[in-house]
C-alpha cells in the first residue's frame, strides 16, 4: 500500500480526496493506494516533505498556500512547474521528488474535451493575475496562443505574469480592471477566461459586465470557477451566443493527470467527474467558507 494525498491549508472544502478515492475504487486499486487530506501549514512543510520520503508515500497534491513554498524541497521540476513557479502534484520515485504543475494541463483538455477547441494562434483575454491564471497562461502560451491578453486588478501581479508569457516570446498586453481598451480587445478576441476569483459563491459578480455586447457566437468563453457549477460570467456569454467552459472541467483534468503521473494509469474520469458533480449540485461542497463559519452551520 502507498499513501497519495493533499498538502494545504485549509483542506477541509477539497474535492479531491472524494476524487481520487473513487478513481482508486474504480480501477480496483484499494490495495495498492490510498488518498488522504493532511492539514499542512507553511511552517511544517519541511517535516511534512521529509515524510514522503520516510513513508515511502507515492505523492500529493499541494494546495494553497503551499504551492510556490514547496519548490525548494523538490529534487526536480517538471517543465510547466518551472515556468509557472509552482506546483501542484509532487511524485516520489524511490525518494526522489519531482513537481508537477497539471492545472495548465487540466484546462486545456477540458477546452478540448468540452468543444473540441485548442488555443493554437488563438487571440486570449484572461482576466485574473494570481496562481491559477499563471498556470492557465503558461499552458496557453506553450500550446501556440498567439497574443495574451491580461486584465487585473493589481497591475503588478499582471506584470509579473507577462513577464513569465514573454519569455516564450508571446505577444502579451496588460491592463487594469477599468481600461477603456478592454472593449476593442475583447471585440477581437478568441477565447475569454475568468481566472480570477469573481463569481464564486462567496464574491457575486461577473468581470463581464459592461463588456456583454461586445461578445458574439464566435467568442469561447471559459470560467475556471467551478462553485457554482455556472457561474454568472458563463451564463452572460451563453445569451450572447458564445461557446462555454465551465471550471468543473479543468479540476477533473488536473485531477485526472495527477492520477496518471502516480499509478500510471488512464484515470477513470466519467467517475470521477459524476462525483464532483454530485456533489457540487447537492451543494454538500461548503468551498471556501471560512472555518469557523463551517464549524456552526
Ligand atoms: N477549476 C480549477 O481546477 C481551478 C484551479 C485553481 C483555481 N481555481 C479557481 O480560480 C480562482 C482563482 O484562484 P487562484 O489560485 O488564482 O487565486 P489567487 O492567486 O488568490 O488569485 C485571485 C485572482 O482573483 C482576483 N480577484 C479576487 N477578488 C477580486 C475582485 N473582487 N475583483 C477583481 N479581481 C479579484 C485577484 O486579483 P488581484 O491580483 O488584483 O488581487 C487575482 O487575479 C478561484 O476561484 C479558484 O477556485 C480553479
Same mark, same amino acid.
Given at each position: 500500500?502507498?499513501?497519495?494525498?493533499?498538502?494545504?491549508?485549509?483542506?477541509?472544502?477539497?474535492?479531491?480526496?472524494?476524487?481520487?478515492?473513487?478513481?482508486?475504487?474504480?480501477?480496483?486499486?484499494?490495495?495498492?493506494?490510498?488518498?488522504?487530506?493532511?492539514?499542512?501549514?507553511?511552517?511544517?512543510?519541511?517535516?511534512?516533505?521529509?515524510?514522503?520520503?520516510?513513508?515511502?508515500?507515492?505523492?500529493?497534491?499541494?494546495?494553497?498556500?503551499?504551492?510556490?513554498?514547496?519548490?525548494?524541497?523538490?529534487?526536480?521540476?517538471?517543465?510547466?512547474?518551472?515556468?509557472?513557479?509552482?506546483?501542484?502534484?509532487?511524485?516520489?520515485?524511490?525518494?526522489?521528488?519531482?513537481?508537477?504543475?497539471?492545472?495548465?494541463?487540466?484546462?486545456?483538455?477540458?477546452?478540448?474535451?468540452?468543444?473540441?477547441?485548442?488555443?493554437?494562434?488563438?487571440?486570449?483575454?484572461?482576466?485574473?493575475?494570481?496562481?491559477?491564471?499563471?498556470?492557465?497562461?503558461?499552458?496557453?502560451?506553450?500550446?501556440?496562443?498567439?497574443?495574451?491578453?491580461?486584465?487585473?486588478?493589481?497591475?503588478?501581479?499582471?506584470?509579473?505574469?507577462?513577464?513569465?508569457?514573454?519569455?516564450?516570446?508571446?505577444?502579451?498586453?496588460?491592463?487594469?480592471?477599468?481600461?477603456?481598451?478592454?472593449?476593442?480587445?475583447?471585440?477581437?478576441?478568441? %477565447?475569454?477566461?475568468?481566472?480570477?476569483?469573481?463569481?464564486?459563491?462567496?464574491?457575486?459578480?461577473?468581470?463581464?459586465?459592461?463588456?456583454?455586447?461586445?461578445?458574439?457566437?464566435?467568442?469561447?468563453?471559459?470560467?475556471?470557477?467551478?462553485?457554482?457549477?455556472?457561474?454568472?460570467?458563463?451564463?452572460?456569454?451563453?445569451?450572447?451566443?458564445?461557446?462555454?467552459?465551465?471550471?468543473?472541467?479543468?479540476?477533473?483534468?488536473?485531477?485526472?493527470?495527477?492520477?496518471?503521473?502516480?499509478?500510471?494509469?488512464?484515470?477513470?474520469?466519467?467517475?470521477?467527474?459524476?462525483?464532483?458533480?454530485?456533489?457540487?449540485?447537492?451543494?454538500?461542497?461548503?468551498?471556501?467558507?471560512? %472555518?469557523?463559519?463551517?464549524?456552526?452551520?
Amino acid at each position: 500500500m502507498r499513501l497519495l494525498g493533499l498538502f494545504g491549508h485549509p483542506v477541509h472544502h477539497s474535492l479531491s480526496p472524494l476524487m481520487h478515492q473513487a478513481a482508486i475504487k474504480a480501477l480496483g486499486l484499494e490495495e495498492k493506494f490510498a488518498y488522504h487530506a493532511f492539514e499542512i501549514s507553511p511552517s511544517s512543510l519541511p517535516e511534512a516533505v521529509s515524510a514522503l520520503k520516510v513513508l515511502n508515500f507515492c505523492g500529493v497534491n499541494v494546495t494553497i498556500p503551499l504551492k510556490e513554498k514547496v519548490i525548494p524541497f523538490m529534487d526536480q521540476l517538471d517543465s510547466q512547474a518551472r515556468l509557472v513557479g509552482a506546483v501542484n502534484v509532487v511524485v516520489n520515485d524511490r525518494e526522489s521528488l519531482t513537481g508537477f504543475n497539471t492545472d495548465g494541463i487540466g484546462f486545456l483538455r477540458s477546452l478540448e474535451e468540452n468543444i473540441g477547441a485548442k488555443p493554437k494562434k488563438q487571440k486570449v483575454i484572461i482576466f485574473g493575475a494570481g496562481g491559477a491564471a499563471r498556470a492557465v497562461t503558461a499552458a496557453l502560451g506553450t500550446s501556440g496562443a498567439r497574443e495574451i491578453i491580461i486584465i487585473n486588478r493589481n497591475p503588478d501581479r499582471a506584470e509579473s505574469v507577462a513577464v513569465m508569457l514573454k519569455q516564450l516570446g508571446i505577444t502579451v498586453r496588460v491592463y487594469e480592471n477599468d481600461s477603456k481598451d478592454i472593449e476593442k480587445e475583447i471585440r477581437t478576441a478568441d %477565447l475569454i477566461v475568468n481566472a480570477t476569483s469573481v463569481g464564486m459563491s462567496h464574491i457575486p459578480g461577473s468581470l463581464l459586465d459592461g463588456y456583454i455586447s461586445c461578445l458574439n457566437r464566435k467568442h469561447i468563453v471559459c470560467d475556471i470557477v467551478y462553485h457554482p457549477l455556472e457561474t454568472l460570467f458563463l451564463k452572460q456569454a451563453s445569451t450572447m451566443g458564445c461557446q462555454v467552459v465551465p471550471g468543473l472541467g479543468m479540476l477533473l483534468y488536473q485531477g485526472a493527470e495527477a492520477f496518471r503521473l502516480w499509478t500510471g494509469q488512464e484515470a477513470p474520469v466519467d467517475i470521477m467527474r459524476a462525483v464532483l458533480e454530485g456533489n457540487l449540485k447537492e451543494n454538500k461542497h461548503s468551498s471556501y467558507l471560512p %472555518l469557523k463559519k463551517k464549524r456552526e452551520s
